[in-house]
T-cell receptor
Framework: DGGITQSPKYLFRKEGQNVTLSCEQNLNHDAMYWYRQDPGQGLRLIYYSQIVNDFQKGDIAEGYSVSREKKESFPLTVTSAQKNPTAFYLC????????????FGPGTRLLVL | GQNIDQPTEMTATEGAIVQINCTYQTSGFNGLFWYQQHAGEAPTFLSYNVLDGLEEKGRFSSFLSRSKGYSYLLLKELQMKDSASYLCAVPTASGGSYIPTFGRGTSLIVHP
């Protein structure tokens, strides 16, 4: 079955700690995205990548970093510089960079201890 | 620039019809998406409109007017499982490609 997966489902971060959220897709999609969703809010774009080895900042990139070494994988690191990381993080992919339908992973809920 | 507006919350009765509106401002229009998101879950695709008019898909229909920057999602014969957030999204032109921009979502509560 083709799809997009995220792990873990829940993640706890201690103060000053970096954590990495995993996102993998086997849809052969070129484009991948990371969004943050806060209660009662829409999706805010953190980073996106339209091709391997290339990525761009979204609207709220500060305190986050990404890599795109493989087409299938787009991990997101929440660094200690992100002072308010508690949120629901969604990864998505689309066939290309022309506004195609996005397919979302199940999400990771990050909580700060 | 990009601005997407939709109501924050709506309530409706099981079996009824509800219309969720979305207005947008964009340069380089390339279609409009509706996604459904149940609480704590991922958004899933509902519809895509790029031409004016109504697209019907079972109990759900979506309408677009490009000249007015306006779309609506129409849900008929509401069921309890339709209680969810409905997200309007418009791809935004950026450096030769299109990046999705989402509205804040409309939380629909269906009651018996």
């Amino acid at each position: 079955d083709g799809g997009i997966t995220q792990s873990p489902k829940y993640l706890f971060r201690k103060e000053g700690q970096n954590v990495t959220l995993s996102c993998e897709q086997n849809l052969n999609h070129d484009a991948m995205y990371w969004y943050r969703q806060d209660p009662g809010q829409g999706l805010r774009l953190i980073y996106y990548s339209q091709i391997v080895n290339d990525f761009q900042k979204g609207d709220i990139a500060e305190g986050y970093s990404v890599s795109r070494e493989k087409k299938e994988s787009f991990p997101l690191t929440v660094t200690s510089a992100q002072k308010n990381p508690t949120a629901f993080y969604l990864c998505a992919s689309s066939l290309g960079q022309w506004g195609e339908t996005q397919y979302f992973g199940p999400g990771t809920r990050l909580l700060v201890l | 620039g990009q601005n997407i507006d939709q109501p924050t919350e709506m309530t409706a009765t099981e079996g009824a019809i509800v219309q969720i509106n979305c207005t947008y401002q964009t340069s380089g229009f390339n279609g409009l998406f509706w996604y459904q998101q149940h609480a704590g879950e991922a958004p899933t695709f509902l519809s895509y409109n790029v031409l004016d008019g109504l697209e019907e898909k079972g109990r759900f229909s979506s309408f677009l007017s490009r000249s007015k920057g306006y779309s609506y999602l129409l849900l008929k014969e509401l069921q309890m499982k339709d209680s969810a957030s409905y997200l309007c999204a418009v791809p935004t032109a950026s450096g030769g490609s299109y990046i999705p921009t989402f509205g804040r979502g409309t939380s629909l509560i269906v009651h018996p």
